[in-house]
Nanobody
Framework: QVRLVESGGGSVQTGGSLKLSCTTS????????KAWYRQAPGKERELVSKMTADGSTQYADSVKGRFTISHDATKTTLYLQMDHLNIEDTAVYYCAIGFMVRAACKDYWGQGTRVTVSS
């Protein structure tokens, strides 16, 4: 059973950095997309960054140039490096990783990690 465990959230001042991690329960993600989402208080969940199966990356306009999505060599941990954080980045961040299930990609979600940015 695939399980995703997130870590790395916390409190930071504006301009600071955090690196989020999303570790699978030993399963390598090879064939499907993976992404980071966030949900700020009172707002809908939004896509922050996405990495397709072929390694292409996409970023929300609000985080371009500040956030970087990556993974480790074993493809069992997904990262989100967040630099130059601002108050608007405050949210609960979720990873979503696709795994092949019966020849189709099925998204699995982490439990969320809270990021709080203050001035």
């Amino acid at each position: 059973q695939v399980r995703l465990v997130e870590s790395g959230g916390g409190s930071v001042q504006t301009g600071g950095s955090l690196k989020l991690s999303c570790t699978t329960s030993g399963y390598a993600f090879n064939f499907c997309d993976k992404a980071w989402y966030r949900q700020a208080p009172g707002k809908e969940r939004e896509l922050v960054s996405k990495m397709t199966a072929d390694g292409s990356t996409q970023y929300a306009d609000s985080v371009k140039g500040r956030f970087t999505i990556s993974h480790d060599a074993t493809k069992t941990t997904l990262y989100l490096q967040m630099d130059h954080l601002n108050i608007e980045d405050t949210a609960v961040y979720y990873c979503a990783i696709g795994f092949m299930v019966r020849a189709a990609c099925k998204d699995y979600w982490g439990q969320g990690t809270r990021v709080t940015v203050s001035s």
